[in-house]
């Protein structure tokens, strides 16, 4: 029995994992006492590891399907598929009849982070869709049109804030987003317990709003009203901070005041102008905000808002506010100040707007069924499964059913991979080093963690790396080396940088002195090593790279988090675009909404700490207990609807029905009613012993692919007006 070290790639909150290896399997799973992140915290997901590793129903061996029958190939046959199949594809109809998905889990491997977004060029079609439009697009418009780049988003400064508001996030269910902090449960009790306070807006007593001081119950989709009250009331009394551009939102904010949104949002005024008071008032304070307010109508506007608040309070970037992380693999040196664009093409179908270089995933079906010039033939699924996860997602599922060719990257055979004609599939993540590209820039302390692979892959067998670069030339259909390509093109900008520590060097040298067992390990090395904390290859001597973060398992701390705004802002201007013209025109659709009140009950998401989207179901330490794909609702709705606890309801919106069980309870709030997502298991075709017999139903059979925020294309997943009746 040995123990190594890994960090979780489940959820956002990236903690270490101390594995015990047994015989060669990880057969356990514990928190890393050691770990300077994580500290030992780890929750029900990260201790099921061993679980997930050995899942029988985990696919090992590529897999090619001919009708109903799949078997089993080698990686060379299932290469060779791939590879005239895609090929054949661009042949017929043009490389823009590819169509790629890039699914949440390619933020959780070293593979999505290194190679996912090159591998969607090398398609060399604009049909570039991911998870991100279903989650956080709204967040990178605002954060793109403010900051002038889309990635620099501010995170709360937990360990040192003394007042947080929480709007549309259950971190302690969810581990936190967009917000990377191991713990997060026991740091928002600590900021109570140094005598902060805690506010948390939601149509749900989460286990968060249980731990906060007030809970206040919002109507979904109006959190961007409550927030032009708080800044309303911030001018109003004389409380705002007045960088350029305040005038420019207080004229905006005009209409917003705290009693005209009340009856919309459903916060009595006095609170909202409470809120306003203490959030100015506070030593330092942070708005933070998440999944309730992103996939909202009103998405971006809401997104916007948080950071204008934390502006006018005076808390951007400053300790204790909400601050810009700096990750160890982000280049030294300088930096362009091209700023941020969207809408620079459209989609074919329903014209909506490219954002950071993809389109809405809502309308891959669109694309896929709409014939015509670029019509969608072939689809390169990696880490996803829209099928669940996109609104309207079981039509997508039936134009899945028709296209030309179909590949996915992934280790299980589900509701979206059945549609594919070969599946290859990553080794479990024992097998693969792990470094977090993504999570480094939004985590609320600044670390280095490196883990190497804790398992040896069999002979022959490629790890996720290796399988996108593969498909990466594939796609291309040029015989170069991706990796080489990448790498050469980064020393070549560095040594050219007269800011860079490698200014005026040999780039040929440099790229030879680059230690990693793999293509993607050299460029990690290199990125660390000409990174903010990097050695400088000799020229920071004691700084990062590849090596040490080998000798340091459980991690380097790089300390809290510094005030570095100047060095964040690409905005032409060089300075924040408070009042951007893009987002005061969408001001005047949620002006509109003021008029109208909706009635009628409203469907809203929600997590549980042993779920994880739609995958981790097949596992039985985590569908343990009581059915978790429930419909909430509040006592007084299901008395007056006729419902009955445990007993199954009819729940149908325009888009479609679903039959489902009832949980009458008074976490949610009247008049509205809560399912989670990522259920409606059990399809034929499928590989999932234990989720088929815990298969639930889909959220989104419910949810509508036309509604959009329409400055982000981002879904709205959050309040669908449903009917509810007995099943
Ligand atoms: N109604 C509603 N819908 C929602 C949401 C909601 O709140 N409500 N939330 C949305 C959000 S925030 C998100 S992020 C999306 C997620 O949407 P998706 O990313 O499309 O879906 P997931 O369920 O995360 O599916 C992940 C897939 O990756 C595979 N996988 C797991 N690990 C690996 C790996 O290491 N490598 C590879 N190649 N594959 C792997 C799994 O088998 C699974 O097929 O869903 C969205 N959909
Ligand atoms: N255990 C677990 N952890 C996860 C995941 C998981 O599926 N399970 N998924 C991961 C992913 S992909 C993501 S993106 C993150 C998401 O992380 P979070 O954003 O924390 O996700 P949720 O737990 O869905 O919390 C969203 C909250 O918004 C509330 N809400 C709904 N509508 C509204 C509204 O209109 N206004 C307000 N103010 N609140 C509203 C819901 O009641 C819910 O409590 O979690 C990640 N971590
Ligand atoms: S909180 Fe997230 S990162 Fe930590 S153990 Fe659980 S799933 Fe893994
Ligand atoms: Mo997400």
Redesign the pocket.
Known sequence: MTTAYRICPF??ATCGLELTITDGRVTGARGDKDDVFSRGFICP?GATFDELENDPDRLRRPMVRTGADWREVTWDEAFAVVERELTGVAERHGPQSRAIYLG?PNAHTLAGGLYARGLAKALGSTNVYSASTV??MPKHVSSGLLFGDSLAIPVPDLDRTSYLLI?????V?????LCTAADFPGKLKALRARGGTLVV????R?RTARLADRHFG?R????AYLLFGIVHTLFEEGLAERPEGAGDVEGLSGGFAPEAVEDVCGVPAAEIRRLARELAAAPSAAVYA????ST?EFGTITSWLVDVVNILTGNLDRPGGAMFPLAPHRPAGTRSRRGFRLGRWHSRVRKLPEIRGELPAATLVDEIVTTGEGQVRALVTVAGNPVLSTPGGDRLGEALGDLEFMVSVDPYLNETTRHAHVILPPPPPSRSGHYDIAFGDLAVRNTARYSPPVLPLADGEPDECAILARLTRIASGKDADVDEVIMTRLVRAATADPASPVHGEDPADLLGRLTGDTPALRRLDLMLRLGAYGDGFGAAPGGLSLEALRNAPHGIDLGPLRPRLDDVLRTPSGRIELCPPEIAEDVTRLREGLAGRRAGLVL??????????SWMHNLPGLVRGSNRCTLQIHPDDAERLGLTDARPAEVTSGTGAVEVEVEITEEVMPGVV?LPH?WGHGRPGTRGTVAAAHAGVSANTLTDPLALDPLSGNAVL??IPVRVRPA
């Open positions: 959820c956002e997901k949440n989650d956080q709007l549309g996030a259950n971190p269910d969810s581990g936190g987003s807006v939601d149509p749900r989460t919002i979904p989709g109006t959190d998440r999944i309730g307010t909202a809203i998401g929600r997590r549980h700490l042993r779920s994880n989207n809560s990522g959050n309040g």
